[in-house]
């Protein structure tokens, strides 16, 4: 029989991301993010301009970030200790939204905190993914966890057996965020790790499909 599989996001679950960015943003390139819960490219204005930046502008420093920035990312707290105790139960795993060539960096970012873990790298909504790393896995039993109401719409949609649970560990954008449980596409909504993990280790070893709250 095949351990159960824990396939979870990295950034605002195991990572703080957004508030590095910003910090970065600006000191370096003088824009102004607001955690706002507007979509990014809205949310990111040059210091003493109202006009958004452009969506070209906004990829462009997300590949600045990911590609100089990644080791000023620190763990969301409780994180590092929550995947080392799944890992007694399960095989945990990490499908990220980066392109290809970061695969490498996110797994080394990742072991230099203390998370030792494969990588899946994607582009675009989840469930696909998702889907083919379950299938690969040969899991029976398999729980999602994600910051982003769409992922997990994804994954209803493309393999609904799956427990999701919506996690988004910033503080500062967590109460911003759309809720992927109130929407109906994830089980529960946990937001920082001491009450999430006894909320997973009990969907990995119970075969009720009950509703969560």
Known sequence: MTRPLVVT???????????????WLGVE??????LSGDSFVN????????????????W?????????????????LGAVEA???LQREADVVVLTNLTDNFNEARKAQLLAVGIDTRVFTNQGPKGRALRKIIEEHGATRALFIDDIAVHHRSAAEHIPHVRRLHFCGEPDLSPHVPCAHKA?????????WVEALPWIMTQLHTDKDEDET
């Open 29 to 34: 390139h003088a824009i102004d993010f607001r």
């Open 43 to 58: 949310s990111m204005r040059r210091e003493g301009s109202d006009i958004p930046l452009s969506e070209t502008e906004m």
């Open 9 to 23: 996001d990295c950034d605002e679950v195991l990572l703080h991301m957004v508030r590095h960015f910003r910090d």
């Open 60 to 76: 462009q420093l997300l590949g600045g970030f990911f590609g100089t920035q990644m080791d000023s990312q620190l763990p969301i």
């Open 184 to 192: 109906g596409h994830a089980h529960a909504r946990i937001d920082n």
């Open 83 to 85: 995947v080392r105790e």
